[in-house]
């Protein structure tokens, strides 16, 4: 289970529908709506060669590429907010922790960030996205580092202002290397955002 700390919790309450489960991927066989029952759904990127898995309380999506020089990576995440009515600050303090996690190891450095409040479908996000490099990525081989693109947007949900989402992509890449990219298959993973009332409100 993913603990978010600062105000936050991760749900207990899972994506279900068409979502293989468990710690293991499987080819996407379809594209109609992942349904999570507080209130989102969400699409798998567009494109092929993509695999899922949802653990816990997450969606995890990656790409299979050719070569080895790229990666992407697409994630949902459910979230609990807690009682305080500050749901604004408890994402800005959320999108901190993660800022803390890249500062407070060495592997992560070069890091920059930033975010902004934007408004969707009536209901209230931040969006936000770093860069920085991976000195300690296990893949990064004869590399010195992977270069690495995050971003994503923590939404909550616009009639049940007790939960939210985030979502998100990452792309991975070696320094000074040309490699075809699906950035825009991200971009579609996280526009894809729709909410609905579901029926335990």
Request: with cysteine; glycine share 6%.
């Amino acid at each position: 289970m993913l603990r978010l700390c600062f105000s936050l919790v991760a749900a207990t309450v899972l994506f279900c529908g068409c979502a293989p489960t468990g710690n293991k991927y499987y080819p996407v066989g379809n594209s109609t709506p992942r349904i999570s029952s507080l209130g989102f759904y969400i699409l798998p990127p567009p494109g092929g060669d993509w695999y899922e898995k949802h653990l816990d309380n997450s969606l995890y999506y990656f790409k299979r590429t050719r070569g080895t020089s790229y990666a992407l990576t697409t994630k949902a995440t459910e979230l609990i907010f807690s009682k305080s009515d500050n749901h604004r600050q408890q994402m800005l303090t959320y999108f901190q922790a993660q800022e803390h996690l890249l500062d407070s190891q060495k592997r992560f450095r070069n890091r920059s960030s930033s975010c902004r409040f934007i408004t969707l479908a009536a209901s209230s996000c931040l969006q936000y996205q770093f860069r920085y490099d991976d000195y300690g990525n296990e893949k990064k081989g004869p590399h010195p580092y992977v270069e690495v693109f995050k971003k994503g947007m923590i939404c909550r949900h616009p009639q049940t202002s007790g939960v939210g989402i985030d979502l998100n992509y990452k792309e991975q890449s070696f320094p000074q290397m040309e490699s075809a990219s699906y950035r825009y298959e991200g971009e579609q993973f996280i526009s894809n955002l729709n909410f609905f009332v579901p029926p335990a409100y």
